[in-house]
């Protein structure tokens, strides 16, 4: 069974611009304490933009997702942008053509090994990092199960992996600068790529 053709991918991203504009204040106002107030509104810039395109326009799930990533990289300022952009370009360049449990896992692989990359993160950190690594550990420990219990167990783990951030102490990105006073906040980058695993989930489970 293919599980991330182009219908399920432009699902996915659907579901994650809704979420990104219900939560655009939550992220600001994350942002607001650690950051510099942005994270929502360029994150609603970014999810806008791939909204605005037509799945009709693409061949399948790769050539559409790249196309995304390319779209963020684009509209999203800040670190975001090319970090969200890295994430979406690696997934779709290591998405098999028929794309099952596992060719989801590699894909995502892929795209949570690329954000780390990109930004010199680790886990602990307090990055999204924070919330993709240990949904992708999550998902591929629960892939026998197939695609929609994988996904659910990932979401579970990235909101767990986000709520983890608040006691962390900021070690890249803006929020380092405040060293020990960035704990005790939760990061915005964890929490809007928890909603990224959760419209995953949602949409391809
Ligand atoms: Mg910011």
Redesign the pocket.
């Known amino acids: 069974m293919t599980t991330v053709d182009l219908g399920r991918a432009h699902a996915w991203l659907a579901d994650f611009a809704a979420s990104i504009r219900e939560n655009a204040t939550l992220l600001t106002d994350l ?1 607001r304490q650690i ?5 929502g509104s ?1 994150m609603e810039r970014g999810v806008s933009a791939v909204a605005a395109l037509s799945a009709d326009d693409f061949a399948d799930a790769g050539a559409y997702l790249k196309r995304v990533g390319m779209t963020l990289v684009s509209t999203v300022g ?3 942008g090319p970090l969200y952009g890295t994430f979406f370009l690696r997934f779709a360049g290591a998405l098999p053509e028929e794309a099952d449990a596992e060719g989801l896992a590699a894909a995502l692989r892929a795209g949570v090994e690329g954000v780390a990359a990109r930004g010199r993160a680790a886990e602990g950190d307090k990055t999204m990092v924070d919330a993709l690594a240990p949904a992708l550990r999550a998902y591929e420990e629960s892939v026998a199960a197939g695609v929609a219990a994988a996904l659910a167990a990932a979401a579970e783990a990235a909101a767990s992996g986000r709520d983890a951030t608040v006691a962390m102490v900021a070690r890249k990105g ?1 929020a380092s600068y405040l060293g020990e006073r960035s704990a005790g906040h939760q990061d ?1 980058g964890a929490t809007s790529a928890a909603l990224l695993i959760a419209s995953a989930a949602r949409a391809m489970g």
Not at 35 to 39: E, M, S, T, V, Y
Request: charged share 35%; hydrophobic share 15%.
């Open positions: 942002d950051g510099d107030a942005d994270h360029n800040g670190a975001s803006r915005p």
